[in-house]
């Protein structure tokens, strides 16, 4: 499970790994990243957002890690939102990292957010160290996706939750035709006039089109050491919020 995606990549030419040809990606990117999720996604990606933080904020826990965190959004959205919260984030860019401190800083939260550079597949924490684990956006970039469920859940403790936020794949007779031409389109069109990078943005609808989705997401979780997993569609089913709990 989980192959399809493991197997697409930024560069298909390229005879380099996933891991490198991601973290190379969003180094390229990292500049024009915030500008184009807003520009993609009519800014609904802060509403997707909202919702993950909310469900977190209800299980409880201060102690949150923060997978392929990316700028950091959801690492700040967090901390406004749940008191007391300490949340670590990493990811694979470093260009992405650099971007994220400078928003935490200018947000006066360094001192609840600390972000570095990190493998998601090979996490540098000691088992059972975090209430809850999130991820917005990035599980569908994972070399090997089972790998890094597994990895998650060692470093959440026993009764912590998973909260991933993935895009998917609309499924209705009208939304799923105008979604792929849309993704498939229109997002490339603009990804490469506003961050001039050719790959980038056309590897992301292949990328959600390969992602597990809802019930075959759910079932990767479980088969991963995470349980109870379910999956909550958001906006037509553009978006999907995964919930576990360890």
């Given amino acids: 499970m989980g192959a399809e995606c493991e197997n697409v990549k930024p560069d298909a030419s390229s005879p380099d790994d996933k891991?490198?040809?991601?973290?190379?990606?969003?180094?390229?990117?990292?500049?024009?990243?915030?500008?184009?999720?807003?520009?993609m996604t009519l800014g609904i990606d802060r509403l997707w957002r909202r919702k993950a933080v909310g469900?977190?904020?209800?299980?409880?826990?201060?102690?949150?890690?923060?997978?392929?965190?990316?700028?950091?959004?959801?690492?700040?959205?967090?901390?406004?939102?749940?008191?007391?919260?300490?949340?670590?984030?990493?990811?694979?860019?470093?260009?992405?990292?650099g971007i994220g401190r400078e928003k935490v800083a200018r947000a006066g939260m360094s001192d609840r957010i600390s972000l570095m550079a990190a493998d998601c597949l090979a996490?540098?924490?000691?088992?059972?160290?975090?209430?809850?684990?999130?991820?917005?956006?990035?599980?569908?970039?994972?070399a090997d996706l089972s790998a890094g469920?597994?990895?998650?859940?060692?470093?959440?403790?026993?009764?912590?939750?998973?909260?991933?936020?993935?895009?998917?794949?609309?499924?209705?007779?009208?939304?799923?035709p105008l979604y792929r031409r849309y993704t498939r389109g229109i997002v490339p069109a603009l990804g490469r006039l506003v961050s001039r990078d050719s790959n980038a943005y056309s590897y992301l609808p292949q990328s959600i089109a390969a992602v597990p989705q809802g019930r075959e997401m759910c079932a990767l979780l479980e088969a991963s050491g995470w349980k109870s997993a379910s999956h909550l569609p958001l906006t037509f089913g553009s978006c999907t919020i995964y919930l576990a709990y360890n």
């Fill in 123 to 142: 996490l540098p924490f000691a088992d059972s160290t975090f209430d809850a684990v999130t991820a917005a956006f990035g599980v569908r970039n994972f």
């Fill in 19 to 39: 891991a490198s040809q991601v973290r190379r990606m969003f180094d390229r990117i990292a500049p024009s990243y915030d500008f184009m999720n807003r520009a």
């Fill in 149 to 176: 469920m597994r990895e998650m859940a060692r470093v959440t403790r026993p009764g912590g939750m998973l909260c991933v936020i993935e895009l998917s794949t609309p499924r209705g007779s009208v939304t799923g």
């Fill in 55 to 97: 469900l977190v904020a209800r299980h409880g826990g201060t102690r949150i890690l923060d997978v392929a965190t990316g700028t950091g959004d959801l690492a700040l959205q967090m901390a406004r939102r749940i008191d007391g919260a300490e949340i670590t984030g990493v990811d694979l860019s470093e260009g992405m990292i």
